[in-house]
């Protein structure tokens, strides 16, 4: 236990934080009657707790290289332990919401120090088989949340989804506590507030706009005026990254095709593999009539397969170049998605099975070789940055896709029930995410509309991760992932050390 110790430690906090990401999936519906939500206050609990992640993943990883990084994560667990409770106890969607935030934050400190924490206790070839089995976890906890909220959601409520942290933050605390040992970073750096303060300005800005948009549509003004804070606020993180000593990204790595190719994959991968699933949960229930319980193991075999494949390929295709290991992961999710396109109105779950099973494929495959892979674009003192960077991509392409999907959903429902003649098709749209959604709409136009929203969604997912499979194949280079990391740019040399995080 002593050797694999430190790898339990992390691996369970990254199985707690990453359910969290999609346990309230099959949990909306009540969620939504208990607190009566809109489906635009849904997609702000899922996202909330995303966003927060992805904002602050590269600021926390800084602090801890200065405190840590141990000691953030372990603080990171006791956050978002307590943030659970609140959740839990939460009265309100505001409420929940702001809690969410809150666990967003414990789970950034979490996260942010997963990677230098491993690559801390562990050298060679246990390195690897450490990352495979941090992969797999990581691949399939995301996967496997809609069943464990499931399960808790019908048999007990679904405040437990988030109460069931408590017990679970103990345990990983006490693991961290006694096998983590700590590890620090350049002690000198500085954590660069404005850096992260503007970044989370221009992703909070965007995936508001996004959610606003299928709410009141792309003509209103406060949904113009809000990208526009986005653009702006891209600017100025470009612009103080390269002002800045001590960046939280600096935006040279940007110029390693490999480095930028391999965050186009944790962005892209998240969009294509996840995004879909609050409204593939939604028809479960509200359409189909399935209970929590019975939705969540309908999805279950995308978890399934991605933990199984992981695993595999973390032992079998350990010196297989990364760019066909994550190029062709993005290509089985994205075909797993376009196979979803085969939903119609009169569908039931089953034909779902194919596109699960395939796009779990590619979540197991392309999932555990993108830590090593980031790794390996850079040298070892840029190591924090460069796993803070892809985890904060990953979580971005989550809340991101979320909004996104959101809208095409919206707008594609919105088309089929104005041509259906249905009258308010705006407003009855947003109510077919809501139980009995489909109330006082002509027969069969519920299902019709709801049928073409998903269609377009798992479209436009298996779209984005094809596209993303040809990028990555093209961008990053065919070395293998534990390839030598290149040279550190020396052109400014007070970055070199001062901008790594955990």
Same mark, same amino acid.
């Given at each position: 236990?002593?050797?694999?110790?430190?790898?339990?430690?992390?691996?369970?906090?990254?199985?707690?934080?990453?359910?969290?990401?999609?346990?309230?999936?099959?949990?909306?519906?009540?969620? &939504?009657?208990?607190?009566?939500?809109?489906?635009?206050?849904?997609?702000?609990?899922?996202?909330?707790?995303?966003?927060?992640?992805?904002?602050?993943?590269?600021?926390?990883?800084?602090?801890?290289?200065?405190?840590?990084?141990?000691?953030?994560?372990?603080?990171?667990?006791?956050?978002?332990?307590?943030?659970?409770?609140?959740?839990?106890?939460?009265?309100?969607?505001?409420?929940?919401?702001?809690?969410?935030?809150?666990?967003?934050? +414990?789970?950034?400190?979490?996260?942010?120090?997963?990677?230098?924490?491993?690559?801390?206790?562990?050298?060679?070839?246990?390195?690897?088989?450490? %990352?495979?089995?941090?992969?797999?976890?990581?691949?399939?906890?995301?996967?496997?949340?809609?069943?464990?909220?499931?399960?808790?959601?019908?048999?007990?409520?679904?405040?437990?989804?988030?109460?069931?942290?408590?017990?679970?933050?103990?345990?990983?605390?006490?693991?961290?506590?006694?096998?983590?040992?700590?590890?620090?970073?350049?002690?000198?750096?500085?954590?660069?507030?404005?850096?992260?303060?503007?970044?989370?300005?221009?992703?909070?800005?965007?995936?508001?706009?996004?959610? $606003?948009?299928?709410?009141?549509?792309?003509?209103?003004?406060?949904?113009?005026?809000?990208?526009?804070? &986005?653009?702006?606020?891209?600017?100025?993180?470009?612009?103080?990254?390269?002002?800045?000593?001590?960046?939280?990204?600096?935006?040279?790595?940007?110029?390693?095709?490999? %480095?930028?190719?391999?965050?186009?994959?944790?962005?892209?991968?998240?969009?294509?593999?996840?995004?879909?699933?609050?409204?593939?949960?939604?028809?479960?229930?509200?359409?189909?009539?399935?209970?929590?319980?019975?939705?969540?193991?309908?999805?279950?075999?995308?978890?399934?397969?991605?933990?199984?494949?992981?695993?595999?390929?973390? $032992?079998?295709?350990?010196?297989?170049?990364?760019?066909?290991?994550?190029?062709?992961?993005?290509?089985?999710?994205?075909?797993?998605?376009?196979?979803?396109?085969?939903?119609?109105?009169?569908?039931?779950?089953?034909?779902?099975?194919?596109?699960?099973?395939?796009?779990?494929?590619?979540?197991?495959?392309?999932?555990?070789?993108?830590?090593?892979?980031?790794?390996?674009?850079?040298?070892?003192?840029?190591?924090?940055?460069?796993?803070?960077?892809?985890?904060?991509?990953?979580?971005?392409? %989550?809340?991101?896709?979320?909004?996104?999907?959101?809208?095409? %959903?919206?707008?594609?429902?919105?088309?089929?029930?104005?041509?259906?003649?249905?009258?308010?098709?705006?407003?009855? @749209? @947003?109510?077919?995410?809501?139980?009995?959604?489909?109330?006082?709409?002509?027969?069969?136009?519920?299902?019709?509309?709801?049928?073409?929203?998903?269609?377009?969604?798992?479209?436009?997912?298996?779209?984005?991760?094809?596209?993303?499979?040809?990028?990555?194949?093209?961008?990053? $280079?065919? +070395?293998?992932?534990?390839?030598?990391?290149?040279?550190?740019?020396?052109?400014?040399?007070?970055?070199?050390?001062?901008?790594?995080?955990?």
């Amino acid at each position: 236990m002593r050797k694999w110790g430190p790898l339990v430690a992390v691996c369970l906090g990254a199985f707690m934080l990453l359910v969290d990401t999609t346990v309230v999936l099959v949990a909306l519906p009540d969620i &939504a009657d208990d607190t009566d939500s809109t489906y635009a206050d849904l997609q702000w609990v899922v996202d909330a707790y995303a966003l927060a992640l992805a904002a602050l993943l590269l600021g926390v990883g800084a602090l801890a290289d200065i405190v840590g990084r141990k000691r953030v994560y372990a603080v990171g667990l006791v956050v978002f332990t307590i943030a659970s409770l609140l959740c839990g106890l939460a009265p309100g969607t505001g409420t929940l919401v702001a809690a969410r935030v809150v666990q967003g934050i +414990g789970g950034a400190a979490m996260l942010a120090t997963a990677i230098a924490l491993i690559g801390a206790a562990y050298q060679g070839r246990d390195r690897g088989v450490a %990352f495979g089995v941090w992969g797999a976890v990581s691949g399939a906890s995301a996967a496997l949340g809609p069943v464990v909220g499931g399960l808790l959601t019908e048999h007990v409520s679904w405040r437990a989804i988030f109460l069931i942290n408590l017990p679970v933050g103990a345990v990983a605390l006490f693991l961290a506590l006694r096998w983590l040992r700590e590890s620090h970073g350049d002690r000198t750096t500085r954590v660069d507030v404005p850096g992260a303060a503007v970044f989370t300005l221009a992703a909070g800005a965007l995936t508001y706009a996004f959610i $606003r948009a299928g709410e009141h549509g792309w003509g209103d003004a406060t949904v113009r005026g809000a990208f526009a804070a &986005a653009a702006v606020a891209v600017v100025l993180f470009a612009v103080v990254e390269t002002r800045s000593a001590a960046p939280m990204l600096d935006l040279r790595l940007l110029r390693d095709r490999s %480095f930028t190719g391999i965050l186009i994959a944790g962005l892209t991968l998240q969009i294509a593999a996840f995004a879909w699933m609050p409204q593939v949960s939604l028809w479960l229930q509200t359409h189909l009539g399935n209970s929590p319980v019975r939705a969540g193991l309908m999805l279950a075999p995308l978890a399934g397969v991605a933990f199984v494949v992981a695993g595999a390929a973390g $032992r079998l295709l350990h010196d297989v170049p990364a760019r066909w290991t994550i190029g062709g992961g993005l290509l089985f999710i994205g075909t797993g998605a376009l196979l979803l396109t085969r939903i119609d109105a009169g569908s039931d779950w089953t034909v779902l099975l194919p596109g699960l099973i395939v796009a779990g494929v590619g979540v197991g495959l392309g999932t555990p070789a993108l830590a090593s892979a980031i790794l390996a674009t850079v040298p070892p003192e840029r190591a924090g940055m460069a796993g803070g960077a892809l985890n904060t991509f990953r979580q971005l392409g %989550f809340a991101l896709g979320i909004a996104v999907t959101g809208v095409v %959903f919206q707008g594609e429902a919105e088309t089929v029930l104005r041509d259906a003649g249905v009258a308010g098709a705006h407003g009855a @749209a @947003a109510r077919l995410t809501e139980g009995g959604g489909g109330a006082g709409l002509p027969p069969g136009a519920a299902d019709s509309a709801y049928a073409s929203g998903l269609d377009a969604v798992v479209l436009m997912s298996g779209v984005v991760g094809l596209v993303a499979a040809v990028l990555v194949v093209l961008l990053v $280079r065919g +070395g293998r992932p534990g390839a030598p990391a290149p040279k550190p740019d020396r052109a400014r040399p007070e970055q070199a050390e001062g901008a790594a995080i955990g």
